[in-house]
């Protein structure tokens, strides 16, 4: 547990130091309060735009499809926006995560002073599931408070957290991708690739409706639902396959790495 | 009685796709020993280091360090290595980094910051509060040494210490490996005189194959010819010289220059051809300009291993 603790300090030190955390604390927080600040004035920002006769128009067609926008969709669009550019920022800075100490070459040095591979690998997982954790909490604190300040109406706090969790679930699940892909790639290219590839695969299943519901990409729109007070009766097992998930991808990554030679 | 190996190696072998990089080594290193490892570039010594610091895996074969055997991907808590371009944390001090190392290494607490600083006093770094980004290469060379050092460990691995360094730093690597008595040190280069300076045993491999290792005066007594040079003031004296003196003993003389010549023998150490070349110039009396006996040197002996 020492070594553990100790290489688990040096990895907080690192995203600290290089602004890793504080590249994606900003990347959320942007999406934070564009939020909740898009649902609540979209239809006065449009309206800045757009002739009063076409405005109107488009008043009469928004109330036939649902009306105005509400605090739901505070949340909604918050978390459309994190989903594609959180992740991908997400995935960005930690393409490099195991590749950088190989090419580097502190990986060996860090294996000479005993490290072992599976401490290498689940450090670096730890330490970017709590700096995530923190980045998706702190922002959707913001989210809830600022939709608050806007709407005057929020969704109960529970589901606010629960929802901000299963999310939190989907980052880790993109995480352990790009550690993988760090991992296995040659040079940051390749795993840059690869890990956007991965991405899109991902974004792109889950527009089919059905086969989405049994992948780890789905805990996004659980955790929209979540938020907004619904739960679907898969969410146990979805929760189970996005755990198993990031287990096989951070135990493959650690079978390759004790295969690799530095 | 037998002397105790710090590294052995039993028919190791790494093969890659397509060459053969380490052919079936048997090597041995007195524990002890300061080992010049050397060789030509792309000789196999980087690709042999690796495989004796379980960095790399062996085709075949196998090694023991201090005696025991040892296995690839498995941490040898007993060795340390310089890896030849070392790479540390830029965001790090040095004093850092070897605070890191310290605590992986185990260094009990209460001694993890006095080890920590002797060992930067021991490279000359204590005090630098620079990042190891803005490190030179020599200061990345002295801190790579450092935090192989950080464990104590038996058996370090110097993997081209001195190579990309300027004389000055080289010097001064040269001075801080020469002070490691009593921990066995393997470093690889091909900058043979600083090796003949503080080396007391050497390998030379080529082509993947040892093709010599032994104790310095045990290669040089095996290899070196004397090389006893005279220079005459004419032609004509060094020719009858050349001539009368290959009547009375079978030797290799060469021309350096027409006035100037080499004179060795396989048979035959310094001081019989001392009496020889100077029996004969008296014989002839004829005068010369100088005679002397050049001192052999391990760029010799490697040259005559691996030509």
Known sequence: MGTFLTFAGKEFTEIMRTKRLLVLFIVFMIFAFTGPMLARYLMEFIGLLMPAEEMAVMMDMMGEIGGETTFHDSYALYYEFVTQMGIFATMLMFMGIVLDEKRRGTASLMMMKGVKHSTFVLAKFAVVAIAMFVVVVASSLVVHFYTYILFEEVVPFADMLFGSLAFWLFVLFFASISIFFSTVAKTIVMSAVSSIVTFFVFYIIGLISGLNDYLPSVMYPRAVELTLGHQSDLLIWNILITIAAITVLLGSSIHILKKKEL | ?307
């Open chain 2, 1 to 307: 009685m037998s002397q105790k190996m710090a590294v052995e190696t039993f028919g190791l072998t790494k093969r890659f796709k397509t060459a053969l990089a380490v052919d079936s080594i048997n090597l041995q290193v007195p524990a002890g020993a300061i080992c010049g490892f050397l060789g030509k570039n792309g000789a196999g010594k980087t690709t042999t280091i690796k495989m004796l610091t379980g960095l790399k895996r062996p085709t075949s074969g196998e090694f023991a360090i201090m005696g025991k055997k040892e296995q690839f991907g498995k941490g040898i808590g007993t060795v340390g290595y310089l890896p030849d371009v070392p790479g540390f944390y830029g965001y790090m001090t040095g004093f850092e980094f070897l605070m890191l190392c310290a605590k992986l290494a185990k260094v009990p607490d209460n001694q993890q910051k006095s080890h920590v600083e002797g060992l930067l006093k021991q490279v000359g770094l204590f005090g630098v509060k620079t990042k190891t980004s803005g490190y030179s290469r020599g200061m990345r060379q002295r801190l790579g040494i450092a935090q192989a050092l950080i464990n104590n460990p038996s058996v370090v691995f110097l993997d081209e210490p001195i190579s990309a360094l300027d004389p000055m730093g080289r010097r001064d690597v040269m001075e801080i490996i020469g002070e490691l008595k009593g921990t066995t040190v393997v470093f690889s280069t091909h900058i043979l005189s600083d090796v003949e300076n503080i080396c007391d045993y050497i390998i030379i491999i080529e082509k993947g194959k040892i093709m010599e290792q032994d104790t310095l005066e045990g290669l040089k007594a095996r290899y070196l010819i004397s090389d006893t040079q005279i220079e005459f003031y004419n032609d004509k004296d060094c020719a009858d010289f050349i001539t009368r003196v290959q009547q009375k003993a079978d030797m290799d003389i060469a021309k350096l220059d027409p006035m100037r010549i080499s004179v060795k023998s396989q048979k035959m150490d310094d001081v019989e051809i001392s009496k020889l070349v100077s029996t004969t110039i008296a014989d002839l009396a004829i005068p010369f300009k100088s005679f002397g006996v050049q001192a052999p040197t391990l760029d010799d002996i490697f040259y005559e291993v691996t030509k």
